[in-house]
């Protein structure tokens, strides 16, 4: 069977991002007429930029957003996602959609590690959980709200797909807390994958984005993966490679 795993797709975003949030900087800090704003905006505004976001100004990153398509993701992770509060999200209806046809589920890898036995196990369960549903769909026939009802006998991993927007300073503390290894492992693994996709596009926003122990000291105490050299390592060499690649 396709293990589903996640998949993040950068739908679009803000054009030059990093043009447009040093703007927004320098909007605050100087008297210049947009026209002069303007013209500035058109020449390399990295370095300037930089330094605004190292002085705290973090608010101007506001000004850049970016739009993802997620699929292939679990209801558990959708949970854990939404809670992103400074973040728009277009989530595909259970009510809307139904699933009578069966529906597709992740499979946590743990299982998938303990072998074809414990994977059947599982995708029994799932099918039990498909059938049940069937059955309250059909037990509310011609119910107009029979698919909101009958979802209910649904599992977390029943899987969903969303369009999520969040503007690059809601990315980058989605990014420290959920590029973690302490978060569970599959919004870690979007994480890293939507990490990815902007990097490129603006490492003067992102290059120093990730999990909090990429900036200092671990945020999680004793409560520590124990691995922040090996988590440092990983996200210098994304910086870097980011940075050989235009803007
Ligand atoms: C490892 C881990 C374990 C977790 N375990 C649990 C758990 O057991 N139970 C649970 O319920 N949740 C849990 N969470 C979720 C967590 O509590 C947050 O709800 C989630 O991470 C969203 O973070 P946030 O509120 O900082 O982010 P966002 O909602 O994205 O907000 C971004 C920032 O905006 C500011 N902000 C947003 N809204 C407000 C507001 N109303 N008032 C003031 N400031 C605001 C804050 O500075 C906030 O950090 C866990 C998260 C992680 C990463």
């Known amino acids: 069977m396709n293990i589903l795993s996640p998949k993040a797709a950068l739908i679009t975003y803000t054009p030059d991002p990093v043009n447009v949030c040093a703007l927004a900087a320098r909007t605050c800090y100087s008297a210049l007429p947009l026209d002069e704003l ?3 905006a058109k020449t ?17 990153l506001e000004h850049a957003s970016f739009t993802f398509y997620v699929s292939d993701v679990s ?48 995708e029994a369960q799932m099918a039990q959980m498909a059938d049940w549903y069937r059955e309250w769909q059909d037990a509310f026939d ?26 690059a300073r809601e990315l980058i503390h989605f990014f420290s807390l959920r590029c973690c290894n302490r978060a569970q492992w599959e919004i ?11 990097l490129p596009i603006a490492p003067a926003i992102f290059e120093n984005a990730g999990p909090g122990c990429v900036r ?32």
């Open 44 to 60: 390399d505004q990295a370095d300037f930029l930089r330094g605004v976001i190292r002085s705290g100004h973090q608010s101007v």
């Open 142 to 167: 011609g119910d107009r709200s029979a698919n909101e009802d009958a979802r209910f006998v649904l599992p977390n991993a029943c899987a969903t797909r969303l369009t999520m927007t969040m503007n």
């Open 188 to 198: 870690r693994t979007l994480a890293e994958q939507m990490y990815r996709l902007v």
């Open 216 to 247: 200092g000291a671990c945020p999680e105490g004793s409560r520590s993966c124990g691995k922040a050299a090996e988590v440092k390592a990983h996200y210098a060499q994304l910086a870097q490679e980011a940075a050989r690649k235009p803007e």
């Open 75 to 122: 209801r558990a992770l959708l949970a854990q996602l939404t809670r992103h509060r400074i973040a728009s999200f277009s989530v595909q209806s259970q009510r809307y959609v139904s699933l009578s046809k069966g529906f597709d589920y992740v499979i946590p890898p743990r299982i998938a590690e303990l072998g074809p036995e414990a994977e059947a196990k599982f």
């Open 38 to 40: 303007l013209a500035k």
